[in-house]
């Protein structure tokens, strides 16, 4: 029987006149009571503008730190970007922000496609979700009214089994559908939210978040309007925007061979930079003979075709078809850099259409495959030097290369089977039960496991390792494309050296939180893709949407409260300081092995130092890795530094 309930949207979206600013209109939605409401939380988005800046805002405020992920006054706040809708290029992310389920810290996690645009015309920019439903449900929002609806028959079913049966139930194949799988469901870590198939909210286990509160799926359908400010000064941004994305050779290319097919072919040269870490980060350099099998040169003959994620001029999602196991064809989106890491190099896996199948497989099952793929991989490591055996897996050799052991893993641990129920709590945890020093090359970061190669490229390391949301190269990372145009300006970086690394991480955890707050994809902007969008960009349509007049100074400063709201969440929830912001030991201990970096590893006095800098440029202390009063004061942070005050962990100003 269906739990139905209405909360109205307040507000018409196309209302908003010239000069109005954000304003973030918020459903809220109390699972354990069955109550939902609407309110407006213009404070927020006037500090912090939108996406992830509000939703992290929201967390640090309301969120008690003696909460853990699983209770039920856990929350989870789903935030379109403020540009998401429009038609601002590339604007199509949404951020969903909880407790992390690894280690009581940030929870973090942005997605693309439809979602965003969908939640917003449908009347709302956030949704906060809080208690737990004591039956599986789905949240169902439309029009400017949200209902509660039993899930209890896609309980138990795939992502994609779960999206089909909801779109028929509510008789619209247009709705957009953000669902767990089985993975979330039983509260397995490596978990994330799957919404049109492919389009994944990784990190953190919120997948396990969303099971843990009961709630199966947030469907989401609108026909409302979002008027800007100034519609004649956005027109203009939107086309300058246009023409640098037409103009951009990588952009041409990603849209033509999928992001992996364009930037992951042998003669590319990426697969020699040492990311791509390979038998569980035994080694980073890939035999070229081996890793020449899996390369995105090859990825022509599967692909059928390409799509785009809502207002994105380029499109660099692949369709594929495969051949099944039983003479059948397998159909599925997306393969990405990251997916080659996890199901490829990870394992020494060199055939392809297996690695997109397991691509496919931990998609249908709600599984984050770079998480799922670093505990397996470790899993994998142990049945090598002899510490777990057939009787732990259920009989299963787990020998590297084999694609059926490893698509057979990612069944057993989003099902929690045999050695399943182990890895379910992620690597850190499960070589800690296991031990027999398995914990010597379990790789994670503060607790969180970790996919990414970091010995050799040193901004990649710093940015990777002192994340907020944990051992992610998604906040202040120094990828290949962005350390190349450095280069380009700058012809003493280097970056495989320490020096320098930290002023380019920091401006890159600002550039993110931009593009968060926004809602425009990375892969348009400066992190990795096209390159075509900048910082410039997005003050020019964020002033002309909201009726603002931010420079692009004043921007990139509201991207660094957004990075500093979140440092504080750690320190207040997790008691993270200096001491979590080094990499797992084997990149400290062990040195590459073979290729073009061997030797390469991450040496402590080194890196010590690449730390004392960065906590200077961020005006942090360099003993304890916390924030300054001084620090926060300039920001414009009093009422955070207040909160750390409270609770003895903040450092007082000299």
């Known amino acids: 029987m269906n739990i139905v309930l209405t909360a109205r949207s307040k507000r018409k979206r196309k209302d908003m006149g010239k000069g109005s600013g954000p304003s973030a209109r918020t459903l809220r939605v109390d699972l354990s009571r069955n109550k939902m409401a609407s309110e407006e939380r213009r404070e927020d988005a006037e500090r912090f503008i939108g996406g992830r800046g509000v939703n992290r805002s929201i967390l640090l405020r309301e969120l008690n730190p003696e909460v853990t992920w699983a209770e039920e006054e856990n929350l989870i706040v789903f935030g379109a970007g403020v540009l998401v809708g429009t038609m601002a290029p590339g604007a199509c992310r949404t951020s969903v922000d909880s407790k992390n389920a690894f280690n009581r810290g940030v929870g973090s996690s942005n997605f693309g496609g439809h979602f965003g645009a969908e939640l917003r015309y449908a009347g709302f920019d956030h949704i906060i979700v809080s208690g737990r439903s004591d039956e599986p449900v789905y949240l169902w929002i439309h029009d400017g009214q949200a209902e509660l609806r039993s899930a209890a028959s896609v309980w138990g079913k795939t992502t994609w089994e779960t999206e089909k049966a909801i779109k028929q139930e509510l ?25 049109e198939g492919s389009r994944a909210a990784g990190g953190s286990g919120m997948g396990a978040l969303m099971g843990a509160k009961k709630l199966k799926a947030v469907a989401v359908r609108g026909h409302g309007d979002i008027g800007v400010a100034e519609p004649s000064r956005f027109m203009k941004g939107v086309k300058d925007a246009l023409r640098k994305a037409r103009d951009s050779a990588s952009g041409t290319l990603m849209r033509e061979k999928s992001l992996y097919g364009a930037f992951c072919r042998e003669e590319d040269g990426l697969w020699d930079l040492g990311i791509m870490p390979v038998r569980n980060g035994q080694d980073d350099c890939w035999e070229p003979e081996r890793r020449e099998r899996v390369s995105g040169g090859h990825t022509d003959k599967h692909r059928k075709g390409m799509r785009a994620c809502f207002s994105c001029p380029i499109g660099c999602e692949p369709a594929y078809e495969l051949s099944d196991d039983i003479g059948g064809v397998l159909r599925g989106w997306g393969f990405w850099i990251n997916s080659a890491m996890a199901y490829a190099a990870r394992f020494d896996m060199t055939d392809l259409e297996k690695a997109i199948q397991s691509h496919f497989v931990a998609n249908q099952l709600g599984l984050d495959g770079d998480n799922a793929a670093a505990v397996i991989s470790w899993a994998f490591e142990c049945f090598e030097k002899g510490m777990i055996s057939k ?3 259920g009989g299963l050799v787990l020998s590297w290369g084999d694609p059926a052991a490893l698509i057979e893993m990612l069944k057993k641990l989003a099902y929690r089977r045999d050695i399943g129920d182990l890895l379910a709590q992620g690597v850190k945890a499960a070589s800690e039960a296991l031990g027999r020093g398995s914990e010597e090359f379990a790789l994670h970061v503060k607790g969180q496991d970790m996919l990414d190669g970091i010995r050799t490229r040193k901004g990649w390391a710093l940015g990777i390792v002192t994340s907020p949301c944990a051992g992610r190269h998604l906040r202040g990372a120094i990828g290949s494309g962005q350390a190349q145009r450095i280069s380009e300006r700058d012809s003493t970086y280097g970056d495989t050296e320490y020096r320098d690394q930290a002023r380019y991480v920091l401006w890159q955890e600002q550039n993110k939180a931009v593009e968060d707050m926004t809602g425009i994809c990375c892969y348009l902007g400066q992190w990795s893709g096209s390159y075509a969008l900048a910082p410039s960009d997005y003050t020019a349509l964020t002033n002309a949407a909201l009726g603002l007049e931010l420079t692009e100074a004043d921007l990139m400063e509201i991207g660094r409260r957004v990075h500093n709201l979140e440092k504080a969440f750690n320190t207040l929830h997790a008691g993270f300081d200096r001491a979590d912001d080094y990499p797992p030991k084997r990149y400290m201990d ?14 402590k006095d080194q890196w010590n130092a690449m730390l004392d800098e960065y906590y200077e440029l961020q005006g942090w202390d360099k003993k304890t890795g916390w924030q300054t009063e001084e620090g926060l004061e300039r920001l414009g942070l009093r009422d955070v530094a207040e909160r750390l005050k409270q609770q003895g962990r903040l450092i007082r100003s000299s």
């Open 171 to 195: 008789e619209d194949d247009q709705t957009i559908v953000a669902c767990i799988g089985p993975a979330g469901e039983n509260l397995v870590k490596p978990s994330c939210i799957i919404a």
């Open 391 to 393: 009787r732990d897996t």
């Open 590 to 603: 062990e040195p590459v092995k073979t290729g073009p970096h061997r030797g390469a590893r991450l040496e």
